[in-house]
């Protein structure tokens, strides 16, 4: 499900940058904007995906955290612990 849902935002966002390009070389090809004013499009496009990326990924890793917690699976920590505890009573 996490999976399909990561696939859909990426698969949403790559169709917009596609239809983006597109409209901005149109207007490019008709004289309407420069290559510099498409290269500022652009690179702020580019920069609002980063920042949208790395907003998703903290929103997605907070969601995770979540459904772990709620569904009572042992985390990376919790296994850890029970090796320490593990080894201390072997001894």
């Known amino acids: 499900m996490v999976k399909k849902l990561i696939y ?6 790559l169709l917009a940058k596609e239809k983006i390009e ?4 149109k207007l490019s ?3 309407r ?3 510099e004013e498409v290269k ?7 920069k609002k995906g980063e920042e ?5 990924r903290a929103e997605l890793k907070k969601l995770l955290k979540e459904v772990i917690e709620e569904s009572g699976l ?8 029970l090796k320490e505890e ?3 009573l072997a001894r």
């Open 8 to 13: 859909l935002g990426l698969g949403g966002a």
């Open 74 to 81: 042992a985390t990376k920590k919790d296994i850890e612990e």
């Open 52 to 56: 949208e990326e790395k907003r998703a």
């Open 22 to 25: 597109e409209e901005i070389e």
């Open 33 to 35: 904007l420069g290559k």
């Open 86 to 88: 593990i080894a201390k």
């Open 40 to 46: 500022k499009i652009i690179d702020e496009a580019y």
């Open 29 to 31: 090809e008709k004289g």
